[in-house]
C-alpha cells in the first residue's frame, strides 16, 4: 500500500546542521516533496524533487533521494530558530494524482 | 509563484450549523482540487477530489453529505461543513492543480472550531 514514514521529532543545536529523513513504499511516485508547517499555518512548499534525480541543492536546503531505498532526506544547513516548524514529506503518485504525506516531523532549535 | 487562497482563515460556530470554506486558484486555472483535513499531531488526510464541473470523489470514510464540495468554475471551490459537531472542529486545507500534470499548491488552510 501506500505508506511515507518520518520520525515525528527532531532536536538540533542552533547553527548545526538538520537532517530529517523519510521513507515511502510506492516506487511509482513522481515527485517528493518537503513542506513546512509553522504554528497555525497552512502548508509552505520548501522543495520537491523529480524522482528520476538524486539530489537538489537549493540555498540552505539540500534534498537527497535515494530510489533504491526508497529514502528522502532534507538537509538544512546552518539551522536557524526561524527553522522550528514541522515539516512534511510527501509523494505524489503517477497512476492516480494523489499525494500522500508522512505524518510530519516536528523540528526542535535548541540555543 | 501560483496562488491558492482560503477564506475564512479562521471560524468558529455553534454545534449544528453549517459552514463553508472557499477555496480559489488566484493566477492559474485549477482543473483539480482537493480537500484535506490535518487531525491534530497526525498528517493530512485527503477528503475529497474535484474537477471543475463534475461531482467531487470522496475518500473512503468521509461523509460526502456532511461535506459538500462544490467546484463551480476554474478558480473556485467550496467546503461546505453541514450540520457541523465538536469533533468536526479541525484545520482544513485545500489545493488546486493545474492541467497538464502540474504541481499542486497548497492554500493557507482554514481552522474550523466547533462549540
Known amino acids: 500500500g501506500e505508506d511515507v514514514e518520518q520520525s515525528l521529532f527532531l532536536s538540533v543545536r542552533e547553527g548545526d546542521s538538520s537532517v530529517i529523513n523519510c521513507t515511502y513504499t510506492?516506487?511509482?511516485?513522481?515527485?517528493l516533496y518537503w513542506y513546512k508547517q509553522e504554528p497555525g499555518a497552512g502548508l509552505q512548499l520548501l522543495t520537491y524533487?523529480?524522482?528520476?534525480?538524486d539530489m537538489k541543492q537549493d540555498q540552505r536546503l539540500t534534498v537527497l533521494l535515494n530510489k533504491k531505498d526508497k529514502h528522502l532526506s532534507l538537509r538544512i544547513a546552518d539551522t536557524q530558530t526561524g527553522d522550528s516548524a514541522i515539516y512534511f514529506c510527501?509523494?505524489?503518485?503517477?497512476?492516480?494524482?494523489?499525494?500522500?504525506f508522512g505524518k510530519g516531523t516536528r523540528l526542535h532549535i535548541l540555543p | 509563484g501560483a496562488v491558492v487562497s482560503q477564506h475564512p482563515s479562521r471560524v468558529i460556530c455553534k454545534s449544528g450549523t453549517s459552514v463553508k470554506i472557499e477555496c480559489r486558484s488566484l493566477?492559474?486555472?485549477?482543473?483539480?482540487m482537493f480537500w484535506y483535513r490535518q487531525f491534530p499531531k497526525k498528517s493530512l488526510m485527503l477528503m475529497a477530489t474535484?474537477?471543475?464541473?463534475?461531482?467531487?470523489?470522496?475518500e473512503q470514510g468521509v461523509e460526502k453529505d456532511k461535506f459538500l464540495i462544490n467546484h463551480a468554475s476554474l478558480t473556485l471551490s467550496t467546503l461546505t461543513v453541514t450540520s457541523a459537531h465538536p469533533e468536526d472542529s479541525s484545520f482544513y486545507i485545500c489545493?488546486?492543480?493545474?492541467?497538464?500534470?502540474?504541481?499542486?499548491?497548497f492554500g493557507p488552510g482554514t481552522r474550523l472550531t466547533v462549540l
Open positions: 493566477d492559474f486555472q485549477a482543473t483539480t
Open positions: 510527501a509523494e505524489s503518485m503517477l497512476r492516480d494524482d494523489k499525494i500522500i
Open positions: 474535484s474537477n471543475e464541473g463534475s461531482k467531487a470523489t470522496y
Open positions: 489545493s488546486a492543480r493545474g492541467g497538464g500534470g502540474s504541481r499542486e499548491f
Open positions: 524533487i523529480f524522482s528520476n534525480m
Open positions: 510506492d516506487s511509482s511516485s513522481t515527485y
